[in-house]
T-cell receptor, first 115, second 114 residues
Framework: DADVTQTPRNRITKTGKRIMLECSQT?????MYWYRQDPGLGLRLIYY???????NKGEISDGYSVSRQAQAKFSLSLESAIPNQTALYFC??????????????FGPGTRLTVL | GESVGLHLPTLSVQEGDNSIINCAYS??????FIWYKQESGKGPQFIID???NMDKRQGQRVTVLLNKTVKHLSLQIAATQPGDSAVYFC???WGGGSQGNLIFGKGTKLSVKP
């Protein structure tokens, strides 16, 4: 979905490096999410944000941090990358419950490899 | 903790046949359920959703059935086509609807044979 974009699309880095993944959306949604996807484990929530001043930890937040720079931008950082953070990362957005509600719209994903 | 799961990790069907993908959930407080399709190299895409006050909802070639008694969700795809080949995820909304957080199942891979 071109309304949700992620950069970079692919990244290879080394253990201990700081990495930032960026997400932008043009849907005008208040809510944004970061997930990681591992084979056989489905999608797991890392962090989510219901508006610019709201940040919440998800199921697997350890080793990650986020920044909601604006309504349209939500970045995910790995302060010191480790190999088990090798995964496919997805950003998603959703409207508030007063709008469409719970449906989440996903970006194309970022494939991160930590050597 | 409670989680969403799937009965079948893989499903292979003949083109033109109907497909049924199943999902079990265990959180009785969930009031919203959604099915996503993920093609190789792409992000998940919305297929259809259903709220807990309904037991059936139909879309174009797809139907979602919700059985709250046994906490079971299914996705039916009519006249399956090669383009339906993908991984399908069910997800449930925790937090009584206002939280907006989705908990995803592990996915079922659907392969359509021509």
């Amino acid at each position: 979905d071109a309304d949700v974009t992620q950069t970079p699309r692919n990244r290879i880095t080394k253990t201990g490096k700081r990495i930032m993944l960026e997400c932008s959306q043009t849907k005008g949604h208040d809510r944004m999410y970061w997930y990681r996807q591992d084979p056989g484990l489905g999608l797991r929530l890392i962090y989510y944000s219901f508006d610019v001043k709201d940040i919440n930890k998800g199921e697997i937040s350890d080793g990650y941090s986020v920044s909601r720079q604006a309504q349209a931008k939500f970045s995910l950082s790995l302060e010191s990358a480790i190999p088990n953070q090798t995964a496919l990362y997805f950003c998603a957005t959703s409207d508030s419950p007063r709008g469409r509600g719970d449906e989440q719209f996903f970006g194309p994903g970022t494939r991160l490899t930590v050597l | 903790g409670e989680s969403v799961g799937l009965h079948l990790p893989t499903l292979s069907v003949q083109e033109g046949d109907n497909s049924i993908i199943n999902c079990a959930y265990s959180n009785s407080a969930s009031d919203y359920f959604i099915w996503y399709k993920q093609e190789s190299g792409k992000g998940p895409q919305f297929i259809i959703d259903i709220r807990s006050n309904m037991d059936k909802r139909q879309g174009q070639r797809v139907t979602v059935l919700l059985n709250k008694t046994v906490k079971h969700l299914s996705l039916q795809i009519a006249a399956t086509q090669p383009g339906d080949s993908a991984v399908y995820f069910c997800a449930e909304n925790w937090g009584g609807g206002s939280q907006g957080n989705l908990i995803f199942g592990k996915g079922t891979k659907l392969s359509v044979k021509p």
